[in-house]
């Protein structure tokens, strides 16, 4: 046995991130760690390298009992973590990387010639023939990883830890950093794998863990686990049900088409999907973690470039550079992360609430206060916002009430279209149901809503229609009569074979 | 998924710890410190000569340090301020003592060295927030290009030459009196008003808060990001060639080795001692008016009773370290 954690809990100013998690691995195996966001997969993971303390549990690695307090204790023991964003000196050569922090030295000097030829030397193992002497930001993202895999290497690594590897890989470097990982398994080297498409999990990994509310949930081998299981211990049944809002897709069919994507395509993350949005419904948008629903988004809202297929507003055909002209075209978006680019924390709720209409409530440039103020009351009324006054900062507020000034923010601009992203994440669940009914009763005005969301709960209870992304391309639709927690996974499951 | 318990919870009523009360009155506070302070001890401090002297010392610094307050505000800052006032303290002699071009009408000359030279540091003002926002430069960068080059450029328009001059026209703006203020105060006051009413009025002061509180979220609740900010560069060019020519009008004369020497660092810290922070999304104008009426009494204060300006540099840098230490705190808590 290589590692073995047992029983860990961790948690966060009495917010429970791990509870009780397991995880077993032998040498030389590659075990996938998969879950949902905020499932306890990075939790785990940082107090394996000695970033966080453990509250509870025991792990051993190599036969020991080990606590790791500082992640340079975790890296002596051997233990190589390799994060999404390759934490390399970017401007330094290949083989100072390597050797980053532990320089071979001849004299009293760094001895540049044995870091060349040592790098050279490990390199070769991986079949990799470059320049050791250009700076590592001259490479492209897959032999990046594989300097960092190499570094984890010299370093004598015993367990390498993965986190997303592939998820800025195309799909020739993906089978280059797989005969990577293959070879080092083949040496003895146990790793974890994080990833999310399962596709890749299938053809890298002998066993899999998943966790789901900072537990593990079902530990398997690959080979025994079919994909729909697998999702489905992944996501889980997590509320009791919520009130059925949807309505059955015949009613729907008349209504005119709003939005309309084909064929949409930017970059990696979107390959090409297919979406249409009606008059009056929502239409939901489910997938896995990186599936591209966020990213689909984006290229709505005109903060990513369509660089394939074509979009339709109302029947025109439109791309949008700024997210301005997508406003000015009537489409609104309440982004997934309301810290990141939602919120301006120092600015009072009236000033949240108005900051995509401005441009409407000013007479020769300044701001008609009158209005302003009767708006902003009338949403905080109507959509029911706990505050003090309208005039308290929204950072004071909770989730639930700012995720609601976020959502007046658009509605009081009177939209066509309205983007969910993860509309009830980190809020809870009287506020959750409270939301999605009144999504619906916009809907049920005439607003158009695309909805994104990880819970499944959620998408059948409000979704009219769910469109399901997989690896950046729409891979099923479902009308409400064909919607079911079975189809569903069936469909988010599906990979291209 | 965790689930914390948020609409049960009781709307808060906001408390004001020490810190917030100190780093909100804070400069008002020492301000009415230091007067008391000169009322006792320095002698004939209330006199209308005292006073006078001291806003005339402090015009220019509010000048600037307000343009610099709606830099500061989006997140950026303008180095380049106070080689700006050499620029367009450079250019203004130029044109009324027709070294030009020979200008017949008189008025029309001292109208053009009113009016070119504030256009010239706008133009400049463009440049630092295209380097800004079109080409991503950091601020700190982008803006030390002109702070170093825009003095380079006043010594070669006037070949390094002092110009001095007598022109009373020109001169109002620092040595005439409006209603018996000096007017260089009177436009200080009206500069700062009217960066007030637009910061607390308008769509675009409203915007620039945005653009510095969140500029991700500004930019997704349509708020045209690289606009606003090349528009604060450009004020604050504005602003800064303003505050040049009351400086030589003052002067009677003008040496671009001399105009605007270290006003970026008085202006920035009138800012910082009056409360906005230098990480964006504040503008407190009035903060900003009375952080460079402290510094400049505590110069006076010191100098008046007998301490040197050396060590009086000291207490500045002191002042500087003691209101961001206070906002800090203030913020964290």
Same mark, same amino acid.
């Given at each position: 046995?290589?590692?073995s !954690?047992?029983?860990l809990?961790k948690?966060?100013?009495?917010?429970?991130?791990?509870r009780?998690?397991s995880?077993?691995?032998?040498?030389?195996e590659?075990?996938a760690?998969?879950g949902?966001?905020?499932?306890?997969k990075?939790?785990?993971i940082?107090?394996l390298?000695?970033?966080?303390?453990?509250?509870e549990?025991?792990?051993?690695?190599?036969?020991r009992d080990?606590?790791?307090?500082?992640?340079a204790?975790?890296?002596k023991?051997?233990?190589?973590t390799?994060?999404?964003? !390759?934490?390399?000196?970017?401007?330094?050569s290949?083989?100072?990387? $390597?050797?980053?922090g532990?320089?071979p030295?001849?004299f009293?000097?760094l001895?540049?010639r044995?870091?060349r030829?040592g790098?050279?030397?490990v390199?070769?193992d991986?079949k990799?023939d470059?320049?050791?002497?250009?700076p590592?930001a001259?490479?492209?993202?897959?032999?990046?990883?594989?300097?960092?895999i190499?570094r984890?290497?010299t370093?004598?690594?015993k367990l390498?830890?993965?986190?997303?590897?592939t998820?800025?890989l195309?799909?020739?470097?993906?089978?280059?950093?797989?005969?990577?990982?293959?070879t080092l398994?083949?040496s003895?080297v146990?790793?974890?794998?994080?990833?999310?498409?399962?596709d890749?999990?299938?053809a890298?990994?002998?066993?899999?863990t998943?966790?789901?509310d900072?537990?593990?949930?079902?530990?398997?081998?690959m @080979?025994?686990m079919?994909?729909?299981?697998?999702v489905r211990?992944?996501l889980?049944?997590?509320?009791?049900?919520?009130e059925?809002l949807?309505?059955?897709?015949d009613?729907q069919?008349?209504r005119?088409?709003?939005?309309?994507l084909q064929?949409?395509?930017?970059g990696?993350?979107?390959?090409n999907?297919?979406?249409?949005v009606?008059?009056?419904e929502i239409? @939901?948008?489910?997938?896995?973690l990186?599936?591209?629903?966020?990213?689909t988004a984006?290229i709505?809202?005109g903060?990513d470039?369509?660089?394939r297929?074509t979009?339709?507003?109302?029947?025109?055909?439109r791309?949008?550079?700024?997210?301005?002209? &997508?406003?000015a075209?009537? $489409?609104?978006?309440?982004s997934e992360?309301?810290?990141?680019?939602?919120?301006?924390p120092?600015?009072s709720?009236r000033e949240?609430?108005t900051?995509?209409?401005l441009?409407?409530?000013?007479?020769?440039?300044?701001?008609?206060r009158a209005?302003?103020?009767?708006?902003v009351q009338r949403?905080?009324k109507a959509?029911?916002?706990?505050?003090?006054s309208a005039?308290q900062?929204i950072?004071?507020?909770?989730?639930?009430?700012q995720?609601k000034?976020?959502?007046?923010?658009w509605?009081?601009?009177?939209?066509?279209?309205l983007?969910?992203?993860?509309?009830?994440?980190?809020?809870d669940?009287?506020?959750?149901?409270?939301?999605?009914k009144?999504?619906?009763s916009?809907a049920?005005?005439?607003?158009?809503?695309?909805?994104?969301?990880?819970?499944?709960?959620?998408?059948?209870?409000?979704?009219?229609?769910?469109t399901?992304?997989?690896?950046?391309?729409?891979v099923?639709?479902?009308?409400r009569?064909?919607m079911?927690?079975?189809?569903?996974?069936?469909?988010?499951?599906?990979?291209?074979? | 998924?965790?689930i914390?318990d948020?609409?049960?919870?009781?709307p808060?009523?906001?408390?004001?710890s020490?810190?917030?009360?100190?780093?909100r009155y804070g400069?008002?506070?020492?301000l009415?410190?230091? $007067?008391?302070?000169?009322?006792?001890?320095?002698p004939?401090?209330?006199?209308?000569?005292?006073?006078?002297?001291?806003l005339?010392?402090v015009a220019?610094i509010?000048i600037v340090?307000t343009?610099?307050?709606?830099?500061?505000?989006?997140?950026g800052?303008?180095?380049?301020v106070g080689?700006?006032?050499?620029i367009?303290?450079?250019?203004a002699p130029?044109?009324?003592?027709?070294?030009l071009?020979? !200008?017949a009408d008189?008025?029309?000359?001292v109208?053009?060295?009113?009016?070119l030279?504030?256009l010239v540091?706008m133009?400049?003002?463009?440049?630092?927030?295209m380097?800004?926002?079109r080409y991503?430069i950091?601020p700190?960068v982008?803006?030390?290009?002109?702070?170093?080059?825009?003095r380079?450029?006043a010594?070669? !328009?006037?070949?390094?030459n002092?110009?001095?001059?007598?022109?009373?026209?020109f001169?109002?703006i620092?040595?005439?009196q409006?209603?018996?203020?000096?007017?260089?105060v009177a436009?200080?006051?009206?500069?700062?008003?009217?960066?007030?009413a637009?910061?607390?009025?308008?769509?675009?002061?409203?915007q620039?808060?945005?653009?510095g509180?969140?500029e991700? &979220?500004?930019r997704?609740?349509g708020?045209?990001v690289?606009r606003?900010k090349i528009?604060?560069?450009v004020i604050?060019?504005?602003?800064?060639?303003l505050?040049?020519?009351?400086v030589?009008?003052?002067n009677?004369?003008?040496?671009?080795?001399l105009?605007?020497?270290g006003?970026?660092?008085?202006?920035?810290?009138?800012?910082a001692?009056?409360?906005?922070?230098?990480?964006?999304?504040r503008a407190?104008?009035?903060?900003?008016l009375?952080?460079?009426?402290v510094?400049?009494?505590?110069?006076y204060?010191?100098?008046?009773?007998?301490?040197?300006?050396?060590a009086?540099l000291?207490?500045?840098?002191?002042l500087?370290?003691?209101a961001?230490y206070?906002?800090q705190r203030a913020?964290?808590?």
């Open positions: 046995m290589l590692l !954690i047992q029983n809990s948690s966060f100013a009495g917010v429970a991130a791990l009780g998690a995880l077993e691995m032998a040498d030389g590659i075990m760690l998969v949902q966001n905020g499932a306890g990075s939790t785990l940082k107090i390298t000695g970033a966080y303390r453990l509250d549990g025991q792990i051993s690695f190599a036969g080990v606590s790791f307090s500082s992640p204790e975790s890296q023991a051997g233990i190589a390799i994060y999404q964003e !390759i934490n390399l000196a970017a401007q330094r290949v083989a100072e990387n $390597i050797y980053l532990r320089e030295r001849r009293g000097f001895d540049h044995g870091m030829e790098a050279r030397q390199l070769q991986f990799l470059i320049d050791v002497t250009r590592v001259h490479f492209n993202a897959a032999t990046r990883q594989m300097v960092a190499a984890s290497v370093q004598q690594a390498l830890i993965m986190d997303e590897p998820s800025s195309d799909e020739r470097e993906v089978a280059v950093l797989f005969e990577t990982i293959r398994k083949r003895g146990g790793v974890i794998f994080i990833g999310h498409r399962l890749e999990l299938y890298l990994c002998n066993r899999v998943i966790m789901r900072g537990q593990t949930v079902a530990v398997g081998a @080979g025994d079919p994909k729909m299981e697998l211990h992944m889980g049944r997590e509320l009791a049900a919520f059925a949807g309505k059955s897709a009613q069919a008349e005119p088409l709003r939005l309309e064929g949409a395509g930017s990696l993350r979107v390959r999907v297919d979406l249409t009606r008059e009056g239409s @939901g948008l489910a997938g896995l990186g599936s591209g629903r966020s990213e984006r709505i809202f903060m470039r369509l660089e297929g979009m339709r507003m109302s029947g025109a055909g791309t949008y550079d700024e997210p301005a002209e &997508a406003i075209d009537g $489409i609104g978006l309440v992360d309301r810290k990141v680019d939602g919120i301006v120092d600015m709720i949240n609430m900051l995509a209409l441009p409407k409530l000013r007479r020769a440039g300044i701001v008609d209005r302003e103020d009767e708006i949403f905080i959509l029911r916002i706990k505050c003090a005039d900062p950072k004071e507020l909770s989730g639930g009430n995720q000034v976020l959502l007046a923010r509605l009081c601009t009177d939209p066509k279209v983007i969910v992203d993860e509309p009830t994440r980190g809020i669940i009287g506020a959750k149901s409270e939301i999605l009144l999504l619906r916009l049920d005005e005439g607003l158009s809503v695309l909805m994104i969301s990880s819970e499944l709960e959620e998408l059948l209870a409000a979704a009219d229609r769910i399901v992304l997989s690896d950046g391309a729409s099923a639709v479902l009308p009569q064909a079911s927690e079975k189809a569903l996974l069936a469909a988010m499951a599906h990979q291209v074979d | 998924m965790t914390t948020t609409s049960s919870a009781a808060t009523v906001r408390k004001l020490s810190l917030q009360l100190a780093s400069t008002m506070l020492a009415l410190l230091l $007067i008391l302070f000169n009322l006792a001890m320095t004939n401090f209330l006199s209308w000569q005292t006073v006078n002297v001291n005339t010392q220019a509010v340090a343009g610099m307050t709606l830099v500061i505000a989006t997140g800052i303008d180095l380049s080689s700006l006032m050499a367009s303290g450079a250019v130029m044109i009324f003592l027709d070294t071009v020979p !200008i008189p008025v029309l000359a109208a053009l060295a009113f009016v030279p504030i540091t133009a400049f003002g463009w440049f630092n927030g380097l800004v926002t991503a950091q700190i982008a803006t030390l290009v002109l702070f170093i080059a825009g380079g450029i010594q070669v !328009i006037t070949n390094g002092l110009q001095v001059f007598k022109n009373p026209g001169q109002f620092a040595m005439g409006i209603a018996g203020i000096p007017a260089q436009l200080m006051l009206v500069v700062a008003a009217a960066a007030f637009v910061m607390r009025y308008t769509m675009f002061g409203r620039v808060l945005a653009v509180g969140n991700k &979220a500004a997704l609740a708020i045209p690289r606003i528009l604060v560069y604050s060019g504005a602003l800064a060639g505050a040049g020519l009351v030589v009008a003052r009677s004369a003008s040496d671009a080795n105009v605007g020497l006003m970026e660092l008085d202006a920035i810290a009138a800012v001692v009056g409360g906005s922070l230098l990480s964006g999304g407190n104008i009035i903060g900003t009375l952080g460079a009426l510094i400049q009494l505590v110069r204060t010191l100098l008046a009773n007998g301490v040197p300006d050396a009086a000291v207490v500045k840098a002191g500087i370290v003691l961001v206070v906002q913020d964290r808590s």
